[in-house]
């Protein structure tokens, strides 16, 4: 039995995005049909990543989640419970316990059985790609579910311009198609391929993705993704 929707609207800290929030609540619908953890995270990290692109500052971006959180539990449809359970798994730290408390609320609505798999993830390989002097590092880090075996095997590929800011970030599904491209690139001596420290990467990364100016509009749509994967990987958080 599903929990019933409220006929009163929830009270909102920004009433004037409750448009957005309740278009994100129908878009939702699609999350319990997806095939598995890492498309949900993927979906939910792109619209994070539209609200921080069009939030003026800090403080408005966690207003804003806050409302989506309230908006999410009162719809109490299977697919506001599932963006619930993706946001408590990847989303922002300010949110995570709250949205895993609105989730938990709606204990009686439907969930599919990978819901409990977002965010559970364990890093192997990290490689690095170096296609020339001016296009910067690329590192791409695996990732695997716990548990899962090589099922859900991703990658998140993020390009470090000068001074490792990100130029693009990108969450790949088919690792192996991705790996015998660089390779064949490697071979005609159009890249360079090489393993790299994990440790090494978590700290580029996580300083990189947590830096304070604005990033290519591009980036937003993996960025709460990325974050999540980068804090994954071995070695002090950002800022440590």
């Known amino acids: 039995m599903s929990a019933p929707r409220s006929d009163r609207q929830p009270r909102l800290m920004l009433?004037?995005?409750?448009q957005v929030y309740e278009a994100y609540v129908r878009e939702a619908d699609i999350l319990p049909?997806?095939?598995?953890?890492?498309?949900?995270?993927?979906?939910?990290?792109?619209?994070?990543?539209?609200?921080?692109?069009?939030?003026p500052h800090a403080e408005g971006r966690r207003t804003a989640l806050g409302d989506l959180v309230t908006c999410l539990r009162a719809a109490g449809t299977p697919g506001a419970r599932v963006?619930?359970?993706?946001?408590?798994?990847?989303?922002?730290?300010?949110?995570?316990?709250?949205?895993?408390?609105?989730?938990?609320?709606?204990?009686d609505v439907p969930e599919p059985p990978w819901a409990g798999a977002a965010?559970?993830?364990?890093?192997?390989?990290?490689?690095?790609?170096?296609?020339?002097?001016?296009?910067?590092?690329?590192?791409?880090?695996?990732?695997?579910?716990e548990g899962?075996?090589?099922?859900?095997?991703?990658?998140?590929?993020?390009?470090?311009?000068?001074?490792d800011v990100p130029s693009e970030v990108v969450v790949v599904g088919d690792v192996p198609a991705?790996?015998?491209?660089?390779?064949?690139?490697?071979?005609?001596?159009?890249?360079?391929?090489?393993?790299?420290?994990p440790a090494t990467v978590g700290v580029r990364l996580r300083a990189a993705l947590d830096g304070p100016g604005p990033?290519?509009?591009?980036?937003?749509p993996a960025l709460a993704l990325a974050r999540h994967r980068a804090a994954a990987l071995p070695g002090p958080p950002s800022g440590a």
């Open 119 to 145: 965010g559970r993830v364990v890093p192997g390989q990290v490689w690095l790609i170096q296609e020339g002097p001016l296009d910067g590092d690329r590192l791409v880090c695996e990732f695997r579910y």
């Open 33 to 55: 049909s997806l095939p598995g953890a890492l498309q949900a995270e993927v979906w939910t990290s792109a619209r994070l990543g539209m609200l921080e692109a069009a939030a």
């Open 148 to 163: 899962a075996g090589t099922a859900g095997l991703h990658a998140l590929a993020v390009r470090l311009s000068y001074q």
């Open 83 to 107: 963006f619930l359970r993706v946001l408590a798994a990847i989303g922002p730290a300010e949110v995570r316990r709250v949205a895993g408390q609105a989730a938990g609320s709606l204990g």
């Open 215 to 220: 990033l290519p509009e591009e980036c937003y």
């Open 178 to 197: 991705l790996m015998a491209a660089a390779r064949q690139a490697m071979q005609a001596e159009l890249c360079v391929l090489q393993p790299y420290d």
């Open 15 to 18: 009433p004037g995005l409750r």
